[in-house]
């Protein structure tokens, strides 16, 4: 079979990715724009060999540049590695791929490589930015105040949103099946990427990990996206052998800054967590933030903490919801901000796909050059009042003083 190397794409061929509701897709960026629903029930083979992605494989492999994939024809013509190249160059080295082409007369694949697990919303934490659909801690708090404007929100996108929300998770037998025919049953399986809720709550998925035996863990590359807040040293001998293992901490500051905005977050815990683990095995761990309006001002100080610890960074921007975003940020804090931030110590930046490459002035640039909005600004005041209510929390203010004189007025 002949491959056309501008456009072939091996995630459409070898990985599969679940959402929270047990929908499959081939990758994060098709997300976005193509929801497969009545997937769910479908084992990963039977979904990678369904007709729409026999359909997308066969396009892409003839040479097409089908709109679903804008967003790595547009990296592409952008000069920027796609994730499409990304997961060519990971998976196609070797050279085994050129005989399993020739020998290939069909476009159903037969073996699935690379995984991205989601294990539902089941999770310790209930964040600022997050969601019930991401949070089962956030859903119980959302279903005892429906008629918050900000939980109208989402049912005013989808009127099932919450019913939705509540039956995922990683007790479902829809979860349960799925990590069997991916991860338990696949002699294949070469990367594994579990997301959550929070991923290290799942006992019985670390537990078939653990199981597997040497020479298949010997093959494979394991990543967690965690909140940090599960030993990872600990599940690091738990888990054993594997080829790699990382774990993608989510920070969105230090100290008090961490613990109001990741409500739940015991910060010298996760720290201690997080420092272990690097000692014990080095490079093991990134720490990823989201930059948002409420933990801006105190970028500097998680920037200096990554630097001193030499752990790499990965920084993305919060567009949605748009209130948390930093268009809220005043005119006038901004240089506050900026100035913290031309003073922060070196540190590592992570140097991934999934990743805008963010260095300091990166982002000092994206603060100056976000446009101040108003109406998004009111309803992050209010929002915040919304987040603290029930919560043995210090107040925001208190928390970032630099916000005072903008939540004072009226
Ligand atoms: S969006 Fe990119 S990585 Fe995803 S299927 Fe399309 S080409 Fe492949
Ligand atoms: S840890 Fe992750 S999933 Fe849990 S509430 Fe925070 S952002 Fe959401």
Redo the contacts with the bound molecule.
């Keep these: 079979m002949e491959i056309n190397p501008d ?1 072939f ?1 091996a ?2 061929w070898f990985q599969v990715r679940n959402r929270q509701d047990m929908t499959k897709t ?5 997300d976005w724009t193509t929801k497969d629903l009545g997937t769910e029930k479908l084992t990963p083979m039977e979904y990678m060999n369904s007709p729409k992605i026999i359909n ?1 494989r066969k396009q ?1 492999s003839q040479g097409k540049k ?1 709109k ?5 024809w547009r990296n592409e013509s952008n000069g920027v590695l ?3 190249q990304a ?1 060519n160059e990971q998976l196609l080295r070797g050279g085994w791929s050129e005989l399993y082409f020739n020998k290939k007369d069909n476009y159903e694949t037969d073996m699935i490589l690379i995984a991205d697990v989601k294990i539902g919303n089941t999770c310790n934490f209930a964040c600022i930015m997050c969601n019930a659909q991401d949070s089962s801690k956030i859903y119980a708090d959302w279903m005892a105040n429906k008629d918050s404007e900000f939980v109208e929100d989402y049912l005013k996108e989808d009127s099932m949103y919450l019913e939705k929300s509540k039956s995922t998770g990683y007790k479902t037998n829809l979860y349960r099946k799925h990590i069997n025919d991916l991860i338990a049953n696949n002699k294949h399986i070469l990367s594994i990427k579990m997301l959550g809720g929070e991923p290290l709550m799942d006992k019985n998925l670390l537990q078939i990990l653990s199981d597997m035996p040497s020479s298949r863990k010997k093959k494979i590359h394991l990543q967690f996206v965690t909140n940090g807040s599960h030993n990872l040293k600990q599940t690091t001998e738990l888990l054993g052998n594997f080829k790699k293992i990382e774990y993608h901490v989510s920070l969105e500051g230090v100290g008090t800054m961490q613990e109001y905005a990741r409500y739940g977050a015991n910060w010298s815990q996760i720290e201690s967590h997080i420092l272990e683990q690097e000692e014990y095995m080095n490079g093991s761990i990134q720490v990823q933030h989201v930059m948002q309006a409420s933990t801006v001002c105190k970028l500097h100080e998680l920037i200096n903490w990554v630097g001193e610890n030499n752990i790499e960074f990965s920084v993305d921007n919060l567009f949605s919801p748009s209130y948390l975003s930093l268009q809220v940020v005043p005119n006038k804090l901004k240089p506050v901000i900026i100035k913290h931030l031309q003073n922060v110590k070196p540190f590592a930046i992570v140097q991934s796909t999934e990743y805008t490459p963010y260095s300091i002035n990166a982002i000092i640039d994206t603060i100056e050059k976000i446009v101040f909005n108003k109406t998004n600004f009111d309803r992050y005041k209010k929002y915040i009042n919304f987040y603290e209510r029930d919560k043995v929390l210090p107040a925001f203010v208190d928390v970032c003083p630099e916000w005072k004189e903008y939540f004072d007025e009226v």
């Design positions: 456009t794409c995630a459409t081939v990758c994060c960026q098709l997308m892409l089908i679903e994939c804008s967003v790595c796609s994730l499409r997961v």
